[in-house]
């Protein structure tokens, strides 16, 4: 998603470098709304699969030191692991937004 998310940025960029006089490109600038919504999708999606990544993280170490002190219940488990479960559906469902309207007859040009 961080490489989509440059490609994304570097196309906005390019769409802004154009002057507003330059009659034959002036036309692309019609697409940064899209790219803009594109670029948002993405900073959404990666956040979610930052916060599943941290989620599933103190997961592993509750259940690490559940073991280690011979707890018989690792507490929280099953909600960090529902709430990392939310989060990467969460980040799925971002970018598989992104992925449908990521292709589009400006990204042609």
Same mark, same amino acid.
């Given at each position: 998603?961080? @490489?989509?998310? @440059? @490609?994304?940025?570097?196309?906005?960029? #390019?769409?802004?470098?154009?002057?507003?006089?330059?009659?034959?490109?002036?036309?692309?600038?019609?697409?940064l709304?899209?790219?803009?919504?594109?670029?948002a999708?993405?900073?959404?999606? &990666?956040?979610?699969?930052?916060?599943?990544?941290?989620?599933? #993280?103190?997961?592993?170490?509750?259940?690490?030191? #559940?073991?280690?002190f011979?707890?018989?219940?690792?507490?929280?488990?099953? &909600?960090?692991? #529902? &709430?990392?479960? &939310?989060?990467?559906?969460?980040?799925?469902?971002?970018?598989?937004?992104?992925?449908?309207? @990521?292709?589009?007859?400006?990204?042609?040009?």
């Open positions: 998603m961080t @490489s989509r998310m @440059s @490609s994304t940025m570097e196309r906005v960029r #390019t769409l802004n470098a154009i002057k507003e006089d330059d009659q034959d490109r002036a036309h692309l600038k019609a697409d709304n899209r790219l803009l919504r594109r670029a999708l993405l900073k959404s999606g &990666i956040f979610a699969s930052l916060v599943a990544g941290v989620c599933a #993280t103190v997961l592993l170490a509750v259940l690490f030191a #559940t073991e280690f011979g707890l018989t219940y690792a507490y929280g488990a099953g &909600i960090l692991f #529902t &709430i990392a479960t &939310i989060f990467l559906g969460v980040a799925l469902v971002r970018f598989a937004q992104e992925v449908s309207i @990521s292709l589009d007859e400006p990204d042609k040009y």
